[in-house]
């Protein structure tokens, strides 16, 4: 059994990172910015490499990041460039994912992968109702996502701010108060102006994002939605994330929010 749940969740891991692979593919073939493309390929890297040390071990990791399969640049066709830098990646995760369905064995062999470790990392959330909502400036918004939750679907959501300290640094209060969430509403708002070389423009928080990210690698992003209000621009890294957009009040959006916590589970 425990054999059979290491496999699984490897695959299930394999298949994140290809599906965030294909978004950044996707985005090139649509914008055409090979440069952005290019640095969203390296951050993609490190965080697959992290993904596979944790599902297989450092060695497998370390074979990932050292192989060098960025080809010979064309500078005519750096767009084309990408989309071939990210097949070959798929690639190689396609390799690896097979060696899993055919040899389930190789997962759990991998060090520091033991069946408790599996079925730790499988069990289900302490509070399967519980919302963590994050938030930025808009605390009247975050707010009303709180008694949407509670009025409508009974579910128990967490403010980390309404929270007690308890001697905790921010960082400890929010990685103990996170750690019961089965599922995270990220609230991004245009609290911060950024002047770039196009312009100014709004975005959300950095914890917001920080926090974000968080959710997305400890629940996965399947259990994460966004709820973007108009008129904040988001970063590019939020590709792939469930995004649901609203105008003035997150009360427009309980369709939708609706939608993926059923998909989700959670309801």
């Known amino acids: 059994m425990y054999q059979q749940l290491s496999a699984q969740y490897a695959i299930e891991a394999i298949d994140e990172f290809l599906e965030e692979l294909e978004a950044i593919v996707t985005k090139v073939e649509q914008d055409r910015d ?40 064309h500078f005519n066709d750096r767009v084309g460039d990408r989309v071939r830098e990210a097949k070959r990646y798929k690639s190689r995760l396609t390799a690896l994912k097979e060696e899993v369905v055919a040899h389930p064995e190789f997962a759990l062999s991998q060090p520091g992968y033991s069946p408790q470790a599996v079925s730790q990392e499988l069990v289900s959330p302490i509070n399967p109702s519980c919302v963590f909502i994050i938030h930025g400036h808009d605390q009247a918004n975050a707010l009303k996502l709180r008694d949407l939750l509670v009025e409508r679907w009974s579910l128990d959501p967490k403010i980390l701010s309404a929270k007690p300290w308890e001697g905790r640094t921010l960082i400890e209060k929010f990685e103990e108060e996170a750690q019961e969430a089965a599922f995270a509403v990220a609230l991004i708002t245009p609290d911060d102006a950024v002047l770039t070389a196009e312009g100014e423009s709004f975005q959300g928080r950095p914890n ?7 959710f997305c690698g400890k629940i996965s992003r399947k259990k994460v939605t966004i709820l973007l209000k108009h008129g904040t621009a988001l970063h590019s890294d939020s590709d792939g994330i469930g995004l649901i957009l609203f105008h003035e009040s997150v009360e427009e959006a309980y369709l939708d929010l609706e939608r993926d916590l059923r998909a989700a589970g959670v309801i």
């Open 34 to 73: 090979h440069q952005t493309a290019g640095d969203r390929l390296q951050r993609w890297k490190f965080r697959t490499v992290e993904g596979i040390k944790t599902k297989f071990g450092a060695e497998e990791a370390a074979k990932f990041e050292s192989d060098n399969i960025t080809s010979v640049t």
């Open 208 to 214: 917001v994002i920080f926090e974000l990210g968080w």
